[in-house]
């Protein structure tokens, strides 16, 4: 039978606040954090964290105290743990009870949840670094498994990832990938020596995370007995089934009157009354389950939208024009050396502010619009601008003209 991984990312951006083009050379603080608005990030984060963190991780508190063989697996972005910090310190703690349990794995990721694989291999690294060190000093543990921002992927992360000398890295087990094979195995990135790769199972991940409160689902109501049978099905056809989702599923995705916390409450009970399943972490399932064979991904694959690409947050003039500038400046803000300078550079890399840009609408503009402080993408992209002229001026007092990086 098979093994259930259960990961959940765990993320929020600091948003930008409205920062007209009157404000460039005057205003420095960019982040939403002292501002009027709902979408304030302290008032979002403290929003999040009683609607969905601090009841969740009591009540998985409880599972792991009630089941011995129940484990789950968590990734926090550098920039949500600050947040926690600033904005939350008792929802900081109830994350550290359940780590103390050594049954709640911590995933390795980049510190300010960004696309800069997708630019600098350099930026990249030095993120991954600042991380651990974050995890570390947090959580005093050392992640052996690697997830890149919102599952994005290909061959060459997989190789990179490799080369930072982790055991597994984490991607979405989409179709096109696929092809005919499984997402409940493990396989090996094309190149690769000793890396694993887990791959999520979509269907049954999205069961929960998009379609659980769906009335219309022709599987409405969701039950812990139902979703147990599912994954009983997959004996014979599979090792692990990796449930992977955004953490903010309990409570906020799907709020508390659609039963999705009774759900989580009786769903380890269901599948480990068959005396085969268990539940692993993803160290656990790398070290236990071989790869089955080398799979290639060539071009990038995510976790989001119908298309499972990057053209969430880019593909389109603006986003791209607006990365393209932002990672532009790295060679100067790194060089400048101004602490504050390269943070709020750093802070501006968030995916989120690309994926405000988006216009891909149809089916997937609901999601664009969650927690979105932008009446339209091309707001958000006028907006991220202006901040971005702001830092290239505070630049120019930092940095010699000659200094400067071609193009900014």
Partial sequence: MPAVCLYFQVHQPHRLKKYRVFDVGHDHNYFNDQSDTDLNNRRVLTKVAHKCYLPA???????????????????????????????????????????????????SETYYHSLAFLYSRAEFTSQIR?????????????????????????????????????????????????????PNFLYRPLGAQ????????????????????????????????????WINAVNGNGDVVNLFMDYETFGEHQWQDTGIFEFLRHLPGEILKHPDNSFVTPSEAVRKFPARAELDVPNYVSWADIERDISAWLGNPIQDDAAGKLYALENSVLRAGDPQLISDWRRLQTSDHFYYMCTKWFADGDVHKYFNPYNSPYEAFINFMNVLQDLKLRLTTLTPAHAQSPGT
């Fill in 57 to 107: 991780n009591e009540l998985l508190l409880e599972l792991l105290k009630k089941y011995p063989g129940f484990k789950v697996s968590f990734s926090f972005s550098g920039v949500l743990l600050e947040q926690l910090e600033d904005y939350s310190p008792e929802t900081l703690t109830s994350f550290k009870r359940l780590i103390a349990t050594k049954r709640v794995e911590v995933l």
């Fill in 130 to 182: 600042l991380h651990q060190d974050k995890i570390r000093d947090l959580f005093h543990v050392t992640p052996r498994v690697f997830r890149n921002t919102e599952l994005i992927y290909n061959n060459a992360i997989g190789r990179h990832i490799e080369n930072l000398g982790y055991q597994g890295i984490i991607a979405e087990g989409a179709d096109y990938i696929l092809g005919w094979r499984s």
């Fill in 194 to 229: 000793k890396i694993k790769l887990l791959l999520k199972n979509y269907r049954l991940s999205d069961d929960i995370a998009f379609r659980f409160g769906e009335r219309s689902w022709a599987e409405y109501p969701l039950t812990a007995p139902k979703f147990a049978g």
